[in-house]
């Protein structure tokens, strides 16, 4: 069975000490949590070493974004290798915010991609189409090449290790989430793109899963489409007693 993940995304957002508040609140919810949903916190960088020093952990951490390169003069960066080595097992790669702010292209995220690949990172790989391009009804090509530019030169061992995350440009952070008829539809489109690139038994595997104004009411509707594998949410990963309700949602 695939992997169920429900990951916060909680992006430029709190102070250490409201970092760590939302950790022991989300703490309180833990028993309520199935043992089958990982759930994965990507916090500000700087905050990474603060939450991997909590004791019995139930959560695993993110980074946000990462460096291709392994080491070197590349001020402001940090590198997969440099997240390895702090344990922390997961980066986001390719989100919607960089593409568009920090000019990521294809090729960079790629690169991204096998920097932590090669370092035991594993990429959270974010997809999805603008509103224009879905208007124009051009979704499907698009996060067609977004996927192949990312994924299709790894092996399969790499992809293995890579988590999809579909997250239509349009819904993330409008309070506009895309329909379960939608989601379902585009994530089936993923799980067939992949089984026709990496096959079958692989394809199965991959955990894809949406984002965009994921919320605690909407979560268990999403979340019960058959290729919908759980949620990266944004806003409602803030608050402990939403994102523990969406946490709950994904058992
Ligand atoms: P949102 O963000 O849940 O606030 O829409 C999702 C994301 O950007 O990962």
């Not at 609140?25 to 759930?39: A, C, G």
């Not at 890579?162 to 799980?191: K, L, N």
Request: glycine residues 6%; negative net charge; hydrophobic residues 40%.
């Amino acid at each position: 069975m695939r992997q169920k993940i429900v990951a916060g995304n909680w992006k430029m957002n709190k102070d250490i000490d409201e970092a760590m508040e939302l950790v022991v609140s989300l703490e309180q919810y833990r028993h309520d949590f199935s043992q089958d949903v990982k759930v994965i916190l990507a916090p500000p960088s700087l905050y990474l070493a603060n939450l991997e020093m909590v004791e019995e952990p139930f959560f695993e951490l993110s980074a946000q974004n990462c460096s291709h390169h392994d080491y070197g003069a590349f001020t402001g960066e940090i590198s997969p290798a440099m997240l390895h080595s702090m344990n922390i097992g997961y980066c986001i790669v390719g989100h919607s915010e960089r593409r568009q702010y920090y000019h990521e292209t294809d090729e960079m995220i790629a690169k991204k991609i096998d920097a932590c690949l090669r370092n035991h990172v594993r990429p959270i790989f974010c997809c999805g189409e603008m509103l224009e391009q879905r208007n124009g009804k051009h979704h499907f090509v698009t996060v067609l090449h977004q996927v192949e530019h990312a994924l299709f030169h790894l092996k399969k061992d790499e992809m293995k290790q890579v988590v999809i995350a579909y997250e239509p440009v349009w819904a993330i952070g409008t309070g506009v989430t895309a329909s379960s008829d939608q989601a379902e539809e585009m994530h089936g489109f993923i799980r067939d793109t992949l089984i026709n690139h990496f096959g079958e038994e692989l394809a199965a595997e991959i955990p894809i899963l949406y984002g965009g104004s994921v919320n605690a009411q909407n979560s268990a509707e999403l979340f019960a489409c058959p290729n919908v594998d759980g949620g990266l949410v944004g806003g409602a990963s803030l608050k402990a007693k939403d994102f523990a309700q969406i946490i709950v949602s994904a058992s």
